[in-house]
């Protein structure tokens, strides 16, 4: 029975990811999942139960990459780790990557404050070196990679990888 539970995480997670939550239908992830739709009700209730069990996958798997950020004490690897960060996701991790990119646009599901611990040490490293503006130039960084994550979820690493030598040198990191 826990393979089948597995199915059903693993085709929504690919038809979440793929199409968006709203413009999936459990019908299309029981047909991925090779499971009755009932199934997906009696594991997990309802449809947002199902995002939420992902969800939660998704938060370990965020909290796992950020936390040797958010743990570091000297300031230049504090940046050059964020710079580092989405060059080192593993390609069969992208899915969860592209349903939480996904789901910024959905406004049930979008948690703006998900990066502020993030946004708030960067902002510590850079009022540590002497940044002018260091909470700005915080969130311009954050922006960055934030769109570079988005193109190497869209179209791989190789596209993007000039962008990590760039932004290592323009910081001195």
Known sequence: MANKKENILSAALELFAGDGYNATSTSSIAKEAGVSEGLIFRHFGS?????EAIMEDV???ISQLLAPVIFEE???KVIRRIIEMPFGIDPSEYDYWRLQFKLKWEQEYNNPNKM?????????????LGYKEPEKEAVLLNQIIDS??????????DAQESFQSFLLEKYGV
């Not at 570079?148 to 690493?157: N, P």
């Open 74 to 76: 000297e300031p230049k």
């Open 59 to 61: 938060e370990a798997r």
């Open 116 to 128: 502020k611990p993030l946004i708030d040490k960067l902002a510590w490293a850079f009022t540590e």
């Open 148 to 157: 570079i994550s988005t193109e190497i979820l869209r179209d791989g690493k």
């Open 47 to 51: 449809k947002k139960g199902l995002l």
